[in-house]
């Protein structure tokens, strides 16, 4: 169903996001077994973060995708990718990217996810009293040690994302990109050409007044229709086909969704289908 690449490690082209399972009533059993099927279905690449957890709980999401992948055959193939320098603290989230805070995120990251190195470790929100390039040697200490394989930034600009590369390689950018919200189309497009893994968060979310897919975008509603696939499907295939660097990740509560979104990279866009859309 293809693969993209994070740093020189291929992964599937839509990942798995893990906030929902932190910020919503949910069974952890069923989340779990959601967990284990997307993997079973081709899902190579779980995000997650410090900041994705419960009031009463030290680590919800991270803890959870451990769970999940201990012991599965294919746990081994996941690149498990998560963020510091952001937490929660009861109902808020303050940014924090001051070298002890994010070296103690660090190690609880490893400990909660039950490994000696994080895949792809990401700077969560550049912390407006910290300057990014200062953040980013701490980042530089943690790949050098071998405490991480790989280093991103998420919820950059682009003058942001050059302060960082100048410190050390960066591997990902992960912003928020969707038909809803294009603004960060130069940030795609920079990535592209660079050979940075794009991971597009939110990549379905419902735009202004809560209006879904099929409501704000009637056209692509009828594409998809006639192709006899969900929009959600289509969607992604969109995504997919505005960058090879560009990957999307989708919250999935239930196993079907998150099949269905991996079956993006095998819908074939031509240039009249793309005529057609109105994303």
Not at 67 to 83: I, N
Not at 130 to 152: C, Q, Y
Request: aromatic share 6%; charged share 25%; glycine share 8%.
């Amino acid at each position: 169903m293809g693969g993209r690449l994070v740093g020189a490690r291929e992964v599937s082209a839509i990942g798995l996001g893990g906030a929902n399972w932190s910020f919503r009533d949910g069974d952890d059993d069923d989340d779990v077994a959601s967990i284990r099927a997307a993997v079973d279905a081709g899902v190579r690449l779980i995000d997650t973060a410090r900041a994705y957890t419960k009031p009463d709980h030290p680590g919800h999401s991270e803890a959870l995708i451990a769970r999940a992948l201990a012991g599965h055959p294919l746990g081994s193939d996941v690149l498990v990718a998560t963020k510091g320098g952001h937490y929660r603290d009861g109902d808020t989230f303050p940014k924090d990217a001051r070298r002890d805070t994010v070296r103690r995120h660090c190690e609880t990251s490893l400990e909660l996810l039950g490994v000696d190195r994080i895949d792809l470790y990401q700077l969560h929100w550049p912390d407006p009293d910290v300057p990014i390039a200062t953040a980013m040697e701490t980042f530089a200490e943690l790949r050098d040690e071998g405490l991480v394989r790989d280093v991103g930034v998420s919820n950059v600009t682009i003058a942001q994302l050059d302060e960082a590369r100048s410190v050390v390689p960066i591997a990902s950018v992960q912003n928020s990109f969707s038909p809803f919200n294009q603004n960060d189309r130069p940030m795609v497009d920079y990535c592209a050409q660079n050979d940075i893994a794009y991971l597009s968060y939110s990549p379905l979310r419902a735009g202004a007044q809560g209006a879904n897919l099929d409501e704000r975008f009637p056209a692509a509603a009828a594409l998809a229709k006639q192709k006899n696939i969900s929009i959600q499907r289509l969607t992604l295939a969109w995504l997919l086909q505005l960058s090879p660097t560009l990957i999307p990740i989708c919250g999935a509560s239930r196993p079907q969704t998150i099949r269905d979104s991996l079956q993006a990279p095998t819908v074939a866009l031509t240039p009249d289908d793309l005529s057609t859309l109105d994303f």
